[in-house]
């Protein structure tokens, strides 16, 4: 068996995992973004400022640590021991708010429950909000993680996409990808269409050119390179990047057209 045909047999006939794993996988995100939560209150407790020193470094080693490296073990050399990764990181979790509880009612600081009720009482003082932004940079994050590792043998073959029927953790990458951008289009935004209705669509199908692009370069590499292709999964020509294209001009169209009160119907029609 040539080279080609034995990554192509590696990536194929795949079945994809259980719900709960995949659930699993998911729920590390939120908790990590606890723990770097934790850290920083802690940090600001001790020393009474914030940023971190020297914030362009130890902020993006923070991250890299906390936010990325968690994800990047959970999808190689730790899946096998998911739950144990989830019940440490929670258990670490659960440590940082019973210490900032604790050491928050002995000392002159701000009571816990008077902290909590001011922070329910905020306000978002920025346009972007916050946990759109961290939902679409863990799907970001975590698409990368999988698309670069899933070549790889270290990469767990239950979490790549189902051959036709199953769930994977990328399976799930497709959709969380696709509602990601749903969540920032104009529309949802609720943006006045200026002009016409068809310069408006005109307007969204110039501007999806460059997941056109991407889609192309990648469709000539990978001919040029004779690099190995998953045909079951998108075809001969196909990629992701069309499809993404494709989505993004007929909802445009779809919710330029018709109310918007109605696209739940479209919405069961298609899944």
């Not at 994809?16 to 995100?29: I, N, Y």
């Not at 008077?114 to 939902?135: A, D, E, G």
């Not at 969380?176 to 951008?181: D, L, M, P």
Request: proline share 4%; glycine share 4%; aromatic share 12%.
């Amino acid at each position: 068996m040539a080279e080609k045909e034995m990554k192509e047999a590696f990536i194929s006939n795949l079945n994809g995992t259980s719900l709960a794993e995949v659930t699993l996988g998911l729920s590390l995100a939120p908790v990590c973004l606890i723990n770097r939560s934790l850290i920083l209150i802690l940090y600001y407790q001790a020393k009474r400022t914030l940023p971190l020193p020297f914030p362009l470094i130890s902020h993006l080693f923070l991250d890299f640590s906390v936010l990325v490296l968690p994800l990047v073990l959970s999808c190689t050399i730790l899946s096998s021991n998911l739950l144990h990764v989830f019940t440490s990181l929670t258990f670490v979790s659960a440590c940082g708010v019973c210490y900032i509880y604790f050491t928050s009612t002995q000392s002159h600081t701000q009571a816990p429950q008077k902290s909590v009720r001011t922070f329910l009482q905020s306000h978002v003082q920025f346009n972007q909000v916050p946990f759109v932004t961290l939902f679409r940079v863990f799907v970001n994050v975590k698409t990368a993680i999988s698309i670069l590792a899933v070549d790889f043998a270290i990469f767990p073959r239950r979490y790549a996409k189902a051959e036709t029927y199953g769930t994977g953790a990328m399976d799930f990458g497709v959709g969380a990808f696709v509602f990601a951008n749903a969540l920032v289009c104009p529309e949802a935004r609720r943006k006045n269409i200026s002009g016409s209705k068809m310069s408006h669509i005109t307007k969204q199908i110039l501007s999806v050119w460059p997941l056109l692009a991407l889609g192309f370069a990648r469709f000539v590499s990978v001919k040029m390179t004779n690099y190995h292709e998953h045909v079951t999964e998108y075809g001969v020509h196909w990629n992701f990047f069309f499809t993404l294209a494709i989505v993004r001009v007929l909802a445009s169209v779809l919710l330029t057209l018709l109310p918007a009160r109605h696209m739940w119907i479209f919405g069961l029609l298609i899944g």
